[in-house]
């Protein structure tokens, strides 16, 4: 696993956008707990790599298009994870894995591997609180949680860290 290297390519890249990387520790923070509830067959290194690297195209839909626009990201990130990647003894099965999950992160239903769903759950527990005032509107969180979660890890650890319920 080359997670702590691909963690510093990462944060090289985003330079001192300290934003982009602190997003993108949090994600795979919460990737890392879902992969440990996660009883189904998973691949951790995808994963993990995906995490870290998920919104790696967001300079660059920026610069070229002034938007920070999720179908800019999907674009834009791919190519970039895939010159960091080459440079670890990874296989380009994985690679290809990995950037297919990036090219459709802000997009579920188009990849229903598991691991995608993961990182698109991992995503959503930290943006979540970020965009919706979840301690004012309990009653459409609960709703909101059922919608937005592909995973059963990812709804019931949502509803602990959102709602304060026990975790099955
Ligand atoms: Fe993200």
Redesign the pocket.
């Known amino acids: 696993m080359f997670k702590n290297e691909i963690i510093l390519k990462m944060k090289n890249y985003f330079a001192d956008d300290q934003k982009r990387i602190d997003?993108?520790l949090n994600?795979t923070n919460y990737a890392e707990k879902l992969i440990k509830h996660c009883n189904k067959e998973i691949n951790e290194e995808v994963i993990i790599y995906a995490a870290i690297l998920?919104?790696i195209g967001i300079h660059e839909a920026e610069r070229k298009y002034n938007s920070t626009a999720g179908k800019y990201q999907e674009l834009e990130g791919p190519p970039i994870a895939k010159k960091i990647l080459n440079d670890f003894p990874i296989t380009q099965k994985l690679i290809s894995e990995i950037c297919e999950i990036i090219a459709h992160?802000h997009s579920p239903g188009v990849i229903n591997t598991i691991n995608f769903k993961i990182l698109y759950d991992a995503?959503c527990l930290?943006?979540l609180p970020e965009e919706y005032n979840y301690k004012e509107n309990k009653d459409k969180l609960d709703q909101i949680i059922d919608k937005l979660y592909l995973t059963e890890c990812g709804s019931s650890l949502a509803r602990k860290l959102f709602l304060g319920e026990q975790r099955k």
């Open positions: 997003h993108a994600v998920h919104d992160h995503d930290v943006n």
